[in-house]
């Protein structure tokens, strides 16, 4: 029996008897964290089976690791790359699969939710990024303050949980739905793995994450948008308005987590890796101000560069 190291610290590939698996060690739920885990994996992985949903199986659960079926092919993430085409038949069996997801009686997991319907949902994700924010502004107050990123861009977000469609039925979502967590069969077929962020949601904020991570092309976004409307039994209308919603909730949060981030890059990273967290956080930070409501104002890469270093040398 051997246990081969991965890149993650919480996934190991176990091989028995020349046979895979994979090895987990789950996060705790119900932890203020970056991104809220609220239903045990396990638990989601047997929903999705019984409901012939092909994802990994639990071959063995328990309160510190989970053993998992191993899937053979590539990381969606090793064949297409970042704004490139993508296969149109990977996108339609992405829609498919969350399309599906919405047929499934999601009862048996009600009881992780604190959450009754799409606009308490939006908050609780509100909620939790204050959190966050909050935590990480206790250290970096002066680089925040800079950068112009304050509590109010919260606050506004907040108060657009009004506008979320609360006649959409709630339903199962993967929660971290990115190329890297794709893998594609030799038979062309996609499965999705680690369902660790999943549980029962809003389905637009798993498709505006889901856009968010993948960076499609303008053309298979386009192309992602119109079969959605194919498929998509229900007041289409409204769930393209919220997935735009979430997308702009989904950015803003990403631009306050990567303050942390790259300000860690910067104390211990070398100066490739400070480029490249650099520029990361730059398109999101240039992206949102474009939404003149969060009153921030665009800067340059030398901008960014000199307040990052700056701060960090005042530490």
């Known amino acids: 029996m051997d246990l081969l190291d991965t890149s993650s610290s919480q996934c190991k590939i176990l091989i028995d008897k020349n046979k895979k698996y994979v090895i987990r060690y789950p996060r705790n739920i119900g932890i203020v964290r970056e991104y809220y885990r609220f239903t045990p994996e396990s638990d989601i992985i047997d929903l999705l089976v019984k409901n012939c949903i092909k994802v990994p199986k639990n071959i063995k659960a328990t309160t510190h690791y989970l053993v998992q079926e191993y899937i053979e092919g590539s990381l969606l993430s090793e064949i297409f790359h970042d704004h490139n085409n993508i296969d149109k038949d990977i996108i339609n069996q992405i829609i498919d699969q969350i399309c599906r997801l919405t047929t499934i009686d999601y009862a048996p997991l009600l009881k992780y939710a604190s959450w009754i319907d799409n606009r308490s949902f939006y908050i609780f994700q509100c909620q939790n990024t204050l959190a966050v924010f909050q935590k990480y502004y206790q250290s970096l107050n002066g680089l925040y303050d800079q950068l112009g990123i304050s509590s109010d861009i919260l606050n506004i977000l907040f108060s657009y949980s009004t506008q979320i469609d609360n006649n959409r039925n ?146």
């Open 170 to 315: 709630l339903s199962i979502i993967h929660g971290d739905r990115h190329k890297k967590n794709a893998i594609l069969q030799n038979n062309g077929k996609i499965v999705f793995i680690d369902w660790e962020l999943g549980g029962v949601g809003d389905l637009t904020y798993d498709i505006a994450f889901h856009l968010h991570q993948m960076a499609y092309t303008e053309e298979d976004e386009d192309y992602f948008i119109n079969r959605l409307k194919e498929k998509y039994m229900g007041d289409f209308n409204h769930l393209l308005e919220d997935i735009k919603l979430y997308r702009l909730f989904i950015l803003a949060r990403s631009c306050i987590y990567h303050v942390y981030w790259t300000d860690l890059i910067y104390r211990e990273g070398n100066e490739l890796d400070k480029k490249r967290q650099l520029g990361h956080f730059m398109r999101r930070y240039n992206k949102l101000c474009k939404f003149p409501e969060f009153n921030l104002s665009y800067k340059s890469e030398e901008e960014l560069e000199n307040i990052f270093k700056r701060f960090s040398k005042l530490r």
